[in-house]
């Protein structure tokens, strides 16, 4: 429902999911943004989601997620029937390989040939979430003696982690690279990267993006120490940051983690950056209709801190209740959302490079000035989406309705806290007495959701030498004389 939350909702779609009534749904129980995990799909599964989507309708955002780099258990041998079972104290051998050798009772491959090399003695190796875990007690130079501190059943290429070691990983895997070359040519917005641990794995992806001219905007998911430690400089490099808090909470402590949340979540708002926290927000709803109340709070905390979007992963892409998660999602945005008191704007926050740029003062006004006036609505056109973004770093009460030029800055803005995107196409005999129209199409998009009255007021962020030169004024005006201007310039002509 248009207009009545602010935070936005990412919903994980799969292959067998690709069909266009499944995503009108989501659209209208209050999605977002879709998101394509590569680690699960092929190809050709992608393209069907993102086909689909287009069907539904055209401005919906797509992110596609790549596997990244990461540590795997190679298969199991096929001897074990999949799956070998371990117990506390059993010893067994680690070694590296690139030839994905089966990994038996005796001797467990992971997937990076020198992974040897990097870790040292008295490491812990986290495998499968931490189901189970294993310490080295000893190594040479061609594998690990390490012994079982948890045991379990080891099953094919489950995720490692081995917190406290740097592991001298590629940035970007061969399917990574297929994956983002397949995006460029299948109208994706956005890239998000896994296991970012420094600006470089930012700029891997950029490389590519660069070589085919691509627009797509990088999102880094902040996962592991790594990537904490480095978080600023990664900030810089991206567009945007997710908080993946699945990786994270394996290789931290738990009661580390809404800490750790909060503080990327304000270095990213101070940054202008957009961010979005995910993982088991509403996991419960796989396959029940309801969701916990721990998990309700989960969502709210990140609504309380002003997360610009929140994700939902197996809910929406393999759950039994994808639609009322995305539903139940979007009722708790629009209820945290109503407690104005506790959602001062930020005007004051010390934003990073705010104090030199023309731009972000127009938008610090303009949201400052909807807190002492009753303005509405907060208008205005970008080519880019910068302006709307600077807008949402500000996090206003007051919804910004963005004019765009091109579809993929209003499908950026989508993923942009309080902003609604709209897309204009100018004719080619505009001139420069029209350059005031997009604020009618604002005004004529507003009141087919919402009622107006001539009295209302809206602050306006314009250029006044053209969109192409940026914002450059800030007007604040009731509906009626915008209108009565906008019919003197037509009449003028």
């Known amino acids: 429902m248009w207009g009545e939350k602010k935070t936005k909702i990412i919903a994980t779609l799969s292959d067998f999911r690709a069909n266009e009534d499944f995503i009108r749904q989501l659209f209208e129980a209050g999605m977002d943004v879709v998101r394509i995990n590569s680690a699960h799909l092929t190809e050709e599964g992608a393209s069907r989601v993102v086909e689909a989507v287009r069907k539904v309708n055209p401005s919906i955002p ?55 090399r990097d870790i040292e003695v008295g490491a812990r190796l986290l495998i499968a979430d931490g189901e189970l875990e294993l310490r080295v007690v000893d190594k040479d130079s061609d594998e690990l003696l390490c012994e079982f501190v948890r045991g ?33 040519h299948n109208d994706v917005d956005f890239i998000a990267h896994s296991f970012v641990r420094d600006a470089r794995d930012v700029e891997a992806v950029q490389e590519i993006l660069d070589r085919f001219d691509s627009p797509i905007k990088i999102i880094s998911k902040i996962e592991n120490q790594q990537g904490i430690d480095n978080l600023d400089e990664i ?41 979005i926290i995910a993982t088991q927000m509403l996991y419960s709803m796989v396959h029940s209709p309801r969701p916990t109340r721990a998990e309700v709070s989960d969502v709210a905390s990140a609504i309380f801190e002003r997360v610009d979007a929140v994700m939902l992963s197996d809910e929406t892409a393999m759950g039994d209740y994808p639609v009322q998660a995305v539903t139940t999602m ?18 004051d926050l010390n934003m990073v490079s705010v104090n030199h740029e023309v731009t972000a003062q127009l938008a610090r006004s303009a949201v400052r000035a909807s807190i002492n006036l009753p303005i509405r609505y ?26 765009c030029y091109t579809r993929h800055a209003q499908r950026i803005l989508a993923l942009s806290y309080g902003v609604v995107p709209i897309l204009r196409e100018p004719s080619s005999d505009e001139n420069y007495q029209s350059r005031y129209h997009f604020v009618i199409d604002a005004l004529d998009f507003i009141e087919r959701k919402h009622s107006l009255l001539p009295t209302d007021m809206v602050a306006v962020i314009g250029g006044s030498f053209g969109s192409h030169y940026g914002a450059s004024y800030i007007e604040i005006s009731d509906v009626e004389r915008l209108r009565e201007r906008e019919n003197e310039c037509c009449c003028g002509r």
């Not at 009772?105 to 020198?114: F, H, S």
């Not at 080891?154 to 406290?164: E, I, T």
């Not at 810089?236 to 909060?262: F, H, K, T």
């Open 62 to 116: 797509v992110i596609l997620d790549t596997k990244g780099p990461e540590i795997r258990v190679t298969a199991v041998d096929e001897q074990y029937d999949g799956g070998i079972e371990f117990h506390a104290g059993d010893r067994v051998r680690v070694r590296g390989t690139a030839d994905g050798i089966p990994s038996t009772r005796e001797l467990i491959y992971l997937n990076v040939a020198t992974i040897v």
């Open 152 to 184: 379990s059943v080891l099953r094919s290429r489950k995720s490692v982690n081995v917190p406290g070691m740097q592991i001298e990983l590629p940035s970007l895997t061969e399917k990574d690279r297929r994956f983002i070359e397949w995006a460029v």
């Open 235 to 275: 900030i810089e490099a991206s567009y945007g940051i997710m908080v993946a808090r699945g990786d994270m909470g394996v290789e931290l402590p738990a009661e580390m983690i809404p800490n750790m949340q909060r503080r990327i979540v304000e270095r990213c708002i101070a940054a202008k950056r957009p961010v």
């Open 330 to 347: 979007a009722r708790i945005a629009r209820e945290i959302e109503r407690d104005e008191d506790h959602f001062p704007p930020m005007v």
């Open 378 to 403: 907060v208008i205005l056109d970008t080519l880019s989406g910068r302006t709307g973004r600077y807008l949402a770093a500000f996090r206003g009460r007051r919804l910004v309705v963005a004019v």
